[in-house]
């Protein structure tokens, strides 16, 4: 019987798509940030947050 090999988790580095004027960011994966809400509440949009590449 051959031993399984172990396997290696490489987690790939994830870039910002969102950021707001305090600095704060977001990737896009999960549940939207509590200042994203806000922003979005205050009448922007996810394009008017969208970090510029």
Not at 7 to 15: F, H, L, N
């Amino acid at each position: 019987m051959v031993a399984a090999k172990p396997r290696s988790r490489k987690r790939k580095i994830v870039v910002a798509k969102y950021r707001d004027d305090a600095g704060n960011t977001w990737v896009g994966r999960g549940k939207r940030p509590q200042w994203v809400r806000d922003a979005l509440a205050a009448g922007k949009t996810l394009q008017d947050l969208e970090v510029q590449a």
